[in-house]
T-cell receptor
Framework: SQQGEEDPQALSIQEGENATMNCSYK?????LQWYRQNSGRGLVHLIL?????REKHSGRLRVTLDTSKKSSSLLITASRAADTASYFC?????????????FGQGTTLQVKP | GAVVSQHPSRVICKSGTSVKIECRSL??????MFWYRQFPKQSLMLMAT?????????EQGVEKDKFLINHASLTLSTLTVTSAHPEDSSFYIC??????????FGQGTRLTVV
């Protein structure tokens, strides 16, 4: 069953602004991943953060993880129109480590040029 | 980087017929692949875990006789939607893992049952 909650569900910003998306989960995890999905397409892996990490950067992306609050955030800086997409967080199954991913509900981001 | 290829990308079928979707890992071997379903404007829901050389493991509420999974080789898993009905219309996505961290996803298959 889906365990992730994401907020906001939808976000609309101007090009150049920063976009922040939040994700909460319910069980213990080994890692948390963020994915991007353009409309009607597959998922593109953005970044993985392990449970013993608190922050990770990749280009214009910054991800934080707070395991005490069971939450993560994805920050996209200096957004571009091409960043328009849906963004999902996904967690593993924790100790079972089967490779399954449990997805959040997603945030739809619209970046206006 | 690793690539997972899914085919077909779109399929329209008549109600009552069966449709097969293929998922291939192109440059690595995957003993385990996963099948997800995504309804419009919703998130991905895990349907089943495809295990090479053994039976698939289905999530609760997913009918194994309706969604047949075969993982006959280390690079190919197939999902067959049997006796498809309009309510089976959805976006189906597979994934494969290289190791136990990053998952690589196929491009997805848009199934429309008419």
């Amino acid at each position: 069953s889906q365990q992730g909650e994401e907020d906001p569900q939808a976000l609309s910003i101007q090009e150049g602004e920063n976009a922040t998306m939040n994700c909460s989960y319910k069980t213990s995890i080994n890692n948390l991943q963020w994915y991007r999905q353009n409309s009607g397409r597959g998922l593109v892996h953005l970044i993985l953060i392990r449970s013993n990490e608190r922050e990770k950067h990749s280009g214009r992306l910054r991800v934080t993880l707070d395991t005490s609050k069971k939450s993560s955030s994805l920050l996209i800086t200096a957004s571009r129109a091409a960043d328009t997409a849906s963004y999902f967080c996904a967690t593993d199954a924790g100790s079972s480590n089967t490779g399954k991913l449990i997805f959040g509900q997603g945030t739809t981001l619209q970046v206006k040029p | 980087g690793a690539v997972v290829s899914q085919h077909p990308s779109r399929v329209i079928c008549k109600s009552g017929t069966s449709v097969k979707i293929e998922c291939r890992s192109l440059d690595f071997q995957a003993t385990t692949m996963f099948w997800y379903r995504q309804f419009p404007k919703q998130s991905l829901m895990l349907m089943a875990t495809s295990n090479e050389g053994s039976k698939a493991t289905y999530e609760q509420g997913v009918e194994k006789d309706k969604f047949l999974i075969n993982h006959a080789s280390l690079t190919l898993s197939t999902l067959t939607v049997t006796s498809a009905h309009p309510e089976d219309s959805s976006f189906y996505i597979c994934s494969a893992h290289r190791g136990w961290s990053e998952a690589f996803f196929g491009q997805g298959t848009r199934l429309t049952v008419v």
